[in-house]
């Protein structure tokens, strides 16, 4: 494998807090600051790039990535996790033709009993919204969200406690490997399992797993 310095996907994590707050599941979210060159003013989970001081990336990547994210949630949001407690349930790989590319390692944790301290370096601000309401947000055009961060909202849709969203995600570790194809009015994201995948077809007939981004509807299938 390359030196991590030479790599032209960069290895990261992210992290998505989960705590009951008074109207059901809340998830943590911070609104990235807009100097920032990738998604600068979105709203996003924690999370931030992979470095060698975290593990060996070149053997033990998901390990590293697991140390990486809970040192980004301490340094962007001033929470303490212990790393034990982090439940990867997704892997996210850019696709091809982007500035920037990056690996992710999508982690689930429970929400420690501390306040939200921000790096203003990296954020604006800081909601604790349910899934829902984010998804709201983005429909009316009050909030920017990248296409993961989407995904995972959508899929958090509908659970009812903090417990049962942990144990729904790692039920499903998906490694997404999009390819986005322009249509009319936007673009339709395919992930592995859809019918149309393995040919880049969005019209095949059969099982549907993508993120469909056209005319400023969103939508995420998955069968």
């Known amino acids: ?57 070149a053997e033990n990547l998901p390990e590293a990535a697991r140390i990486a994210a809970a040192r980004e949630l301490y340094e962007e949001a001033g929470l303490r996790v212990p790393v034990r407690e982090l439940v990867c349930f997704a892997r996210w790989l850019t696709p091809p033709g982007r500035a920037r590319r990056f690996d992710t390692f999508y982690f689930a944790v429970p929400a420690p009993n501390a306040p939200v301290v921000l790096d203003p370096r990296e954020s604006d601000d800081y909601r604790w919204l349910t899934p829902e309401s984010a998804l709201a947000a983005r429909e009316a055009g009050e909030i920017e969200l990248p296409p993961p961060t989407f995904v995972t909202l959508s899929q958090l849709q509908g659970l009812s ?55 400023n509807v969103w939508r995420y299938e998955r069968d």
Do not use: C, Q
Request: proline share 5%; hydrophobic share 45%; no cysteine.
């Open 161 to 215: 406690s903090a417990a049962h969203a942990s144990v729904r995600l790692a039920e499903r570790m998906t490694h997404y490997v999009p390819r986005p194809l322009s249509v009319d009015g936007g673009f339709i994201y395919l992930y592995a399992g859809d019918a149309g995948y393995e040919a880049s077809d969005p019209h095949a007939l059969g099982a549907r797993h993508r993120l469909s981004t056209v005319n």
């Open 1 to 57: 494998m390359a030196e991590h310095a030479e790599l032209e996907v960069r290895p990261a994590a992210t992290v998505v807090v989960l705590r009951d707050g008074a109207t059901g599941l809340e998830v943590l979210m911070l609104k990235r600051a807009a100097s920032l060159k990738f998604f600068g003013g979105a709203w996003v989970f924690p999370g931030g790039r992979v470095e060698p001081e975290d593990g060996d990336l």
